[in-house]
């Protein structure tokens, strides 16, 4: 059942590998750049996963690097490699809606500093990628355009908010793109669609030009086919920021460095803590069988390679979900008060006959869809005058205790804790379109696993362990605040050792069914 | 705009003797930083509307804080020269409230930690000093301006449509807060002005804003409640906006007590309302009623980190801290000899400043005192303009006094050579010169003025020869008259004792 793709198919290719053919002239921009857009073309009527696709100022910038190129120019490594951007990125001068009607046709003034760097680097912008309404959302089905299909199966959500993302990636549309995570908006939908997802360390990655959700969790990341890829579109976008005040200044560590040191196969002397209320003995309610028994083959994988493997308990993860979703829901009702209708995006109801407040929240009445409505009511009730301490101030200490959780399992370093813990990304694979939407709690369930390292800020990584019922599982490993790395070394161990032991890689199957004709 | 008040108001005296008034002051500061509180756009005053903005203070989605140094340390050194409490640690906070002229939807301000808490300022009215206690100093940004075009009250009920100007979003504005100020009877009025009065000083004194009221560089709400004499709870409060200037700050409280007092008297309640003060009658009426309280939902700003003032620094800020005004006022009553009334004429003249300053460029502290309260008082009085507005230096003024000091001239030509000053035609020196008005010294022609005199008036002269020296003042008068006051005066009486006097003797 497994095929290696053609080799001539530019949109097979890691995108490390692609910036190593056009670094030595192998292959050009400009056809690494058509090969993604005709691959667009032809699937992305069935995905959906771009909101927005410019595929002339794609070539021209495809051309432009090729160009340098040819004239002698120094050019960085990732010169000419396609990317994608989650529609929260703002790209100036091209579309960026966060998913919402209220921002429709709204062109930014302005690149956040992930896209300038990005762009810095000399890579190709393919286009904007759906997502759930300003990022609420874990299925990519509260995108006011439409839903987003999973590749391995089309019935299937590709987890959220980045869905657009994971399909595009998935699916082969692009060769990496970035995703934001504020509750697990990166590592689930990566899990669900068998790609690599990193949250980085909350102020590792500048969130100058995100559309914010919720300030304080709100990180973007990379989502590829590799770790070693990940950890390349990692280095490109982090680092300090000096236009965002929570960035962290200083060095940060080698990422992909660490990758190739964990594909290297040897973990001996790493200590692996799994949580037990993260899908661990006795907490398994609620965790699909097949996701559950992928984990703990993974975790058989981790000890062969010397891992030493323990039960690690954290109970505050219990609280996590009922904290996030207080904490998160009210910095987005402030965040979103913006979207009023004075100065960009959709204005609804100014023909003369209504007054100031009557025009604002017509907007916001038609502007909003009814999963954002939702988290501002919560939102504001939260933090209105006599529940503040009740509700938001209650989720804080939860915060706090769930940070000092972390810290007790990752210990003070002398061995005395493990070096990261590990979990399922995710209780299921990915769920039909539509089994959700109705249910809010339900849909909330799939962030289960991602709160806790979005709660304390610490960098937390999904790597794909295998199918259960054909569909891709995650396998998420956390690590204390700065210490990416590690993330990054562990999944690459495991990805090689699984990779080996399949004889090729997961993705590969995804590739096979399409060659054998449609979705299995 | 003319405001009729239906307004009943009740005698300030009587109503002082029966009720106790109750003042509270919030004062907004915008600081003179080059840039804005979170962004890198220019605060320049005036500019074209819409032209000092970017992603940061247009609020557009995406766009992150950062805070300004620069402000931070002048809030600091105002809270402390103001004598307050410097926050170790304290937060932002977001103030959630929707209207056109806040880009965010909240305006970034502090609430429960702020920079500087519990000061305190000694004001002083009538030699008598009154403590106004502060609560708090904190840093927070100001709104945009919304220009409402149509209508006829520049409002928003009844406009047309409405503008938004957002080159002032994101100013730095730093909010001084007292507590109730109680306790100073009939002189509360006078407490608020002298308060905001010792305020503005006190920021020019640390060059951290230029406090121009007319500007709304300084502006000024003003809580006044009444409470029957010897009464445990403080009255109903209602919060003045719109006083802008210090004359305002004084009869908005006046008229709030009166006001308030008939109301009690009537047994109406107060209502807790914001009211405008209106400029041309000095009447106050109804704003935006606080019915419906808006609940702001303050919650700590997380897109800045924590602000954590390091205490040595701190410490040499409050090194650092220039003279303030009350300090520089106990200094110069000691070293020009003056007393408390004297010193308050000075400080309500406006003449402190140009005084020192005229001293400093060599006038004794008399003539310097003399020249602004008196000639150039007036000036400024007839012309309607400031007496620091008029086209002259205080160094101009020195000079000017030197010369009469050095006897080059006399009172009456210095007034001459004053009034050519402020007409432009160049300094003190240059005006003499160009114009001739020196004292004629021993001259020919002074010779000849008072040799003139003495033939032209034997009577006169027989009369100072027999002993009525006192008669001599006629022939100073008429040498005067000759040289059209040129001459000095105690010179010709020297000259025309020494021939008239001198030949007896």
């Known amino acids: ?520 | 705009m003319t405001t009729t008040t239906g307004d009943r108001l009740l005698d300030f005296d009587d109503v002082v003797s029966r009720y106790e008034p109750v003042i509270g002051l919030e004062t907004h500061v915008e600081l003179g930083t080059v840039t804005k509180m979170f962004c890198g756009c220019s605060t320049t005053f005036g500019a074209e509307p819409n032209t000092q903005t970017c992603p940061v203070c247009l609020g557009l989605p995406g766009s992150l804080p950062v805070a300004n140094a620069a402000a931070i340390e002048a809030t600091v050194q105002i809270g402390l020269a103001l004598n307050c409490r410097i926050a170790s640690w304290c937060r932002f906070a977001r103030k959630n409230y929707f209207y056109p002229d806040i880009p965010k939807g909240f305006q970034t301000s502090q609430y429960d930690e702020p920079l500087c808490v519990s000061g305190y300022l000694d004001v002083v009215v009538d030699g008598e000093t009154h403590r106004v206690e502060i609560e708090r100093v904190h840093l927070e940004e100001d709104t945009g301006k919304n220009l409402h075009v149509g209508g006829s009250t520049g409002r928003i009920h009844g406009a047309d449509h409405s503008l938004v100007d957002y080159n002032r979003a994101g100013i730095p504005l730093v909010e001084i807060v007292t507590r109730p100020v109680s306790g100073a009877g009939a002189k509360a009025p006078e407490v608020a002005k002298a308060y905001v009065t010792e305020l503005r000083e006190i920021i020019q004194a640390l060059g951290v804003s230029d406090v121009r009221m007319e500007q709304g560089s300084l502006r000024c709400d003003v809580n006044t409640s009444i409470a029957p004499v010897g009464a445990l709870e403080m009255g109903t409060r209602t919060e003045t906006k719109n006083v802008n200037s210090l004359r305002s700050v004084e009869r908005s409280v006046r008229y709030e007590i009166r006001r308030q007092a008939a109301l009690l008297d009537e047994g109406v309640r107060i209502r807790q309302e914001t009211r405008h003060f209106h400029e041309d009658t000095g009447s106050t009426s109804p704003g935006r009623s606080k019915e419906e309280a808006t609940d702001y939902r303050y919650f700590p700003e997380p897109d800045l980190v924590p602000l954590a003032p390091d205490a040595a620094w701190v410490e040499s800020l409050r090194l650092a801290l220039p003279e303030l005004p009350a300090a520089r006022r106990a200094r110069l009553i000691q070293e020009w000899g003056l007393s408390d009334t004297e010193m308050t004429w000075l400080l309500n003249a406006g003449a402190l400043g140009v005084v020192a300053e005229t001293v400093a460029a060599g006038a004794s502290p008399a003539e310097a005192r003399k020249w602004w309260l008196g000639e150039l008082a007036r000036r400024a009085n007839e012309s309607g303009t400031e007496l620091t507005d008029l086209p002259i230096t205080p160094a101009q003024v020195a000079e000017l006094s030197g010369l009469v000091a050095e006897g080059r001239v006399n009172d009456k030509l210095a007034r001459q050579v004053l009034d050519h000053v402020l007409a432009g035609e160049g300094g003190p020196t240059e005006v003499v010169e160009a114009r001739g008005l020196a004292v004629l010294g021993e001259s020919d022609e002074l010779v000849a003025a008072v040799e003139a005199a003495i033939a032209g008036a034997p009577d006169v002269v027989a009369k100072v020869r027999a002993g009525k020296v006192q008669a001599l003042g006629a022939l100073v008068g008429q040498v005067m008259k000759t040289t059209k006051g040129q001459a000095d005066a105690a010179t010709v009486r020297r000259m025309l004792e020494e021939r008239v006097v001198g030949q007896t003797g």
């Open chain 1, 1 to 520: 059942m497994t095929t290696t793709p053609a080799a001539t198919d530019l949109t097979h290719l890691d995108a490390a590998e692609l910036g190593r053919l056009l670094g030595a002239g192998e292959v050009s921009a400009v056809d690494v750049t058509r090969a993604h857009l005709d691959r667009i073309a032809a699937d992305d009527g069935l995905l959906h996963a771009y909101l927005h696709v410019d595929g002339e100022t794609a070539l021209a910038t495809a051309a432009a690097v090729d160009a340098a190129r040819a004239a002698g120019d120094e050019l960085g490594p990732l010169a000419g490699v396609p990317v994608a951007l989650k529609d929260v990125v703002v790209t100036e001068g091209v579309p960026t809606t966060s998913g919402s009607r209220i921002l429709e046709g709204w062109r930014p003034p302005y690149d956040a500093t992930v896209a300038a760097r990005l762009k810095a680097a000399g890579t190709v912008l393919l286009g904007k990628t759906n997502m759930d309404e300003f990022a609420m959302g874990s299925s990519t089905e509260n995108s006011a355009y439409g839903v987003t299909r999973n590749p391995w199966d089309p019935e299937r959500i590709p987890g959220g908010s980045s869905g657009g993302s994971s399909a595009a990636v998935a699916g082969h549309l692009a060769p990496w793109a970035l995703g934001t995570d504020t509750g697990g908006s990166i590592r689930q939908p990566a899990a669900l669609t068998g790609l690599v997802g990193h949250k980085p360390t909350y102020g590792s990655v500048s969130r100058y030009g995100l559309i914010a959700f919720s300030s304080s969790l709100d990180q973007a990341g990379p989502m590829a086919r590799t770790v070693l890829d990940a950890a390349v579109l990692h280095e490109a976008i982090g680092g300090h920021d000096p236009r965002d005040s929570t960035s962290i200044p200083g060095q940060h560590p080698l990422l992909a460095e660490a990758a190739r040191l964990g594909a290297g196969g040897d973990l001996t002397g790493v200590r692996i803590g799994v949580v037990r209320e993260l899908g661990g003995e006795g907490h398994a309610e609620g965790y699909e069988p097949g996701v559950l028994a992928r984990v703990a083959e993974a975790l058989a994988v981790l000890e062969g390679l010397g891992a030493e493997v323990r039960e690690v308990s954290c109970p505050s993860f219990d609280l996590a979900l009922a904290a996030y979703y207080l904490i998160a829901p009210s910095e987005a009702s402030s965040n979103l008060s913006r979207f009023d209708g004075v100065r960009f995006g959709l204005r609804v109801g100014d023909d003369g006959s209504r007054d100031l407040d009557e025009v604002m929240a017509l907007t916001r009445e038609q502007g909003f869809g009814a999963e954002v409505k939702r988290r501002i009511i919560l939102g504001t009730y939260a933090l209105s005058s006599g529940y503040y301490e009740a509700y938001y101030g209650q989720a804080q200490k939860v915060r706090t205790l769930i940070g000092r959780d972390f810290a007790s399992a990752f210990g003070s370093g002398d061995g005395d804790g493990v070096d990261v813990l590990v979990s399922p990304t995710t209780p299921t694979v990915a769920f039909p379109l539509g089994a959700r939407v109705d249910d809010p709690i339900a849909m909330y369930a799939a962030d289960l696993c991602t709160l806790p390292a979005s709660l304390a800020g610490t960098p937390a990584i999904s790597v794909p362990c295998g199918l259960s019922d054909g569909l891709p599982v995650g396998f998420q490993i956390m690590a204390p605040t700065l210490a990416d790395d590690r993330c990054y070394r562990v999944a690459a161990a495991l990805e090689a050792a699984q990779d080996a032991a399949r004889g090729h890689r997961l993705l590969d199957e995804l590739a096979a069914r399409r060659t054998t004709g449609g979705p299995a």
